[in-house]
C-alpha cells in the first residue's frame, strides 16, 4: 500500500499545469516578493481570479515550488534554481526550501 501511496503522489507531481513562460502575452497585476525560511512551508494564494502565477527565484538558494500542498526540498521536478522562472495556472501555490532564498510572485491576466 505505501508503494501505492508514493505512485500516486508521483502521478500527481506530473499533472502540475505548467505554462511556458515565454509564451505569455498579458498584463502584470500584481508583483510579490518574498524571502521564504529556512525548511518552513510558505502558502501564495492569487489575489485576482483566472491569473497565471509566475515564479522567479531571485537568490540565496534553491525554492521548491507545487500548486500541491507538498512541495518538497530535494524534489527535482519542483526545484527552482537561481534566476529560473516557470509559470502556474493555478489560484495558490505552495513553496518550501532549505535556506532563505527570496522568490518573486508575479500575477499575469
Known sequence: MR???MNSTESDVDQVVEVNVEDLDGEV???FTQQLSI???FIYNAR???VILIVENLGFGDVYVSDKPYA???EESHRLVFKEQRAFQTD???F???SQPVVSIIEVK
Open 3 to 5: 508503494e501505492e501511496q
Open 29 to 31: 497585476i500584481e508583483d
Open 39 to 41: 525548511n518552513g512551508q
Open 48 to 50: 485576482n481570479d483566472g
Open 72 to 74: 518538497k526540498v530535494g
Open 92 to 94: 495558490q501555490l505552495f
Open 96 to 98: 518550501t526550501s532549505a
